[in-house]
């Protein structure tokens, strides 16, 4: 089976600018969580998403945003883009979410 | 907050050493799971123990939980240049009947050939 896979993979955005990241699962997985590493912060979960519904909710504020569509393919928003959230942004995908996830390689995000 | 603390926080070793890394948490877990990230890329996932496991292996790594203790340890036997890298552990962090993955900050490993 194919990886996840994330698009783009690097990223160079201004403050107040919008990003959105794209995701595609390992076939058949139905999970895809997002999650930000930042050197100061570490590994930080956003969000889940299972049959395009949202199921779990990290503590970020109200600009990220995520959806889910029916292939399993999730997005992640990001608004009014600040200097701090530059990072990189990992997708994880797993078949019902609560094992063993499978990481994508990650978008590194810069805001200047 | 990390749910998760590895220590060390970095550990370096020469090849065909062992490497032993320490996770603690702090609330209760029904799995715990280590992961290893190879310079800011994706994660891998190594191993998952539950809540109800106290060790298991898979090739050269050891993973042990105690429950009591809310700890983990992770064990790489017989060391290789490859394995240098970032280890982090993860726990599940249900609560409420929500999902929260946490992940801890990480051990970096440095196995010199």
């Known amino acids: 089976k194919a990886g996840v896979t994330q698009t783009p993979r690097y990223l160079i955005k201004t403050r107040g600018q919008q990003v959105t990241l794209s995701c595609s699962p390992i076939s058949g997985h139905r999970s895809v969580s997002w999650y930000q590493q930042t050197p100061g912060q570490g590994l930080q979960f956003l969000f889940e998403y299972f049959s395009e519904t949202q199921r779990n909710k990290g503590n970020f504020p109200g600009r990220f945003s995520g959806r889910q569509f029916s292939n399993s393919r999730s997005e992640m928003n990001v608004s009014t883009l600040e200097l701090g959230d530059s990072a990189l942004y990992l997708c994880?995908?797993?078949?019902?979410?609560?094992?063993?996830?499978?990481f994508g390689p990650g978008t590194r995000l810069t805001v200047l | 907050s990390q749910q998760g603390e590895e220590d060390p926080q970095a550990l370096s070793i020469q090849e065909g050493e062992n490497a032993t890394m320490n996770c603690s948490y702090k609330t209760s877990i029904n799995n715990l799971q280590w992961y290893r990230q190879n310079s800011g890329r994706g994660l891998v996932h190594l191993i998952l123990?539950?809540?109800?496991?106290r060790e298991k292996h898979s090739g050269r790594l050891r993973v042990t939980l105690d429950t009591s203790k809310k700890s983990s340890s992770l064990l790489i036997t017989a060391s290789r240049a490859a394995d240098t890298a970032s280890y982090f552990c993860a726990t599940d962090g249900a609560s409420g009947g929500s999902y929260i993955p946490t992940f801890g900050r990480g051990t970096s490993l440095i196995v010199h050939p």
């Open positions: 994880a995908t797993a078949e019902r979410g609560r094992d063993e996830q499978f």
């Open positions: 123990i539950r809540s109800n496991e």
